[in-house]
């Protein structure tokens, strides 16, 4: 059985440490299994919320306080998403884990495609 790191080590990991070899199992999972996705987006999307309600202390109406926060978070949801993949092999290859488990559940889903494409081109 896989340790599970500490809040300490949790509160490293999130800022980018490498947890013990002991935890790999943990890891793969927080990366690549179930609910990954959600755990990546709200561990960078959800801290930044108060940052950018500073901007609302700002004098002026409302609505630019909410339209300079927008400006920040819109571009961010979007990068955040775009570099998924990327981020999830690099915090794999940081803790000695294979990066194709990136995209393993994309390769196995598109596994009958391939196959049905090969059969019918002769390559099967």
């Given at each position: 059985?896989?340790?599970?790191?500490?809040f300490?080590?949790r509160l490293?990991?999130?800022?980018?440490?490498?947890?013990?070899?002991?935890m790999?199992?943990?890891v793969?999972?927080?990366?690549?299994?179930?609910?990954a996705t959600?755990?990546?987006?709200?561990?960078?999307?959800?801290?930044?919320?108060?940052?950018?309600?500073?901007?609302?202390?700002?004098?002026g109406?409302?609505?630019?306080?909410?339209?300079?926060?927008?400006?920040?978070?819109?571009?961010?949801?979007?990068?955040?998403?775009?570099l998924?993949?990327?981020?999830?092999?690099h915090?794999?290859?940081?803790?000695?884990?294979?990066?194709?488990?990136?995209?393993?559940?994309?390769?196995?889903?598109?596994?009958?495609?391939?196959?049905?494409?090969?059969?019918?081109?002769?390559?099967?």
């Amino acid at each position: 059985m896989s340790a599970t790191p500490s809040f300490v080590q949790r509160l490293g990991y999130i800022a980018g440490r490498t947890l013990p070899a002991s935890m790999t199992d943990w890891v793969r999972a927080d990366l690549v299994g179930p609910g990954a996705t959600r755990r990546y987006l709200l561990r960078i999307l959800v801290p930044l919320i108060p940052v950018l309600m500073l901007f609302l202390l700002l004098p002026g109406p409302l609505w630019m306080g909410l339209a300079m926060m927008a400006l920040l978070y819109l571009p961010l949801i979007y990068f955040t998403v775009a570099l998924m993949y990327v981020y999830r092999r690099h915090r794999l290859i940081k803790h000695g884990l294979d990066p194709a488990l990136a995209d393993a559940d994309a390769r196995r889903k598109a596994e009958p495609e391939r196959q049905a494409y090969e059969r019918r081109h002769g390559r099967g």
